[in-house]
């Protein structure tokens, strides 16, 4: 089974890809996809949607996983961050993969055993879970720590 995370950002995009193996996790690839602030923001949106559907087809994921929304104090940077989401949901709908949503505190559980961790520790977890793993950014590291929060909670009632 091939999980792709997502980390949505205008700036920055993050996507990982695990393959789970029963309780065994093995990393395949992680990245992101930048865009420069100066362009229009529907040339933006395209370059992700289209960079993401590649990453798609390279990586053939048969799930997909994504933070759920939260606000931010700046309506603006609420508004953009909805727009990438949209996208990068786009994308996998655009493919035909499943996607499943998880609150932060989710994630940290998953892979911290805690709801309050911080990102340090969040990044120390992805390295130990996925030997050899190396992230880009801050960006895939989160969209992997997405993808490892799938894998746990694949067998939870509620998210199948």
């Not at 089974?1 to 993050?14: A, C």
């Not at 949106?45 to 990453?55: D, N, T």
């Not at 994504?66 to 961050?81: G, Q, R, V, Y």
């Not at 911290?112 to 130990?128: E, F, P």
Request: aromatic share 6%; proline share 6%; glycine share 8%.
């Amino acid at each position: 089974m091939r999980i792709l995370g997502l980390d949505p950002s205008l700036t920055s995009t993050g996507w990982g890809v695990i393959e789970v193996n029963g309780n065994r996790l093995q990393y395949v690839a992680d990245g992101f996809i930048p865009t420069d602030a100066k362009m229009p923001i529907e040339q933006r949106l395209e370059i992700i949607f289209h960079a993401l559907c590649e990453v798609i087809e390279t990586y053939k994921p048969e799930e997909a996983a994504i933070e759920k929304t939260f606000l931010n104090a700046n309506p603006e940077t609420s508004l953009k961050l909805s727009m990438a989401r949209g996208v990068v949901i786009l994308a996998a709908g655009h493919n035909g993969i499943p996607l499943f949503e998880f609150e932060p505190n989710k994630v940290k559980k998953a892979l911290v055993g805690v709801g309050h961790a911080d990102k340090t520790q969040i990044q120390t977890m992805i390295k130990i879970l996925l030997p050899g793993c190396q992230p880009k950014n801050n960006d895939s590291a989160d969209a992997l720590a997405m993808a490892v929060t799938r894998s746990h909670y694949r067998t939870a009632v509620g998210y199948k």
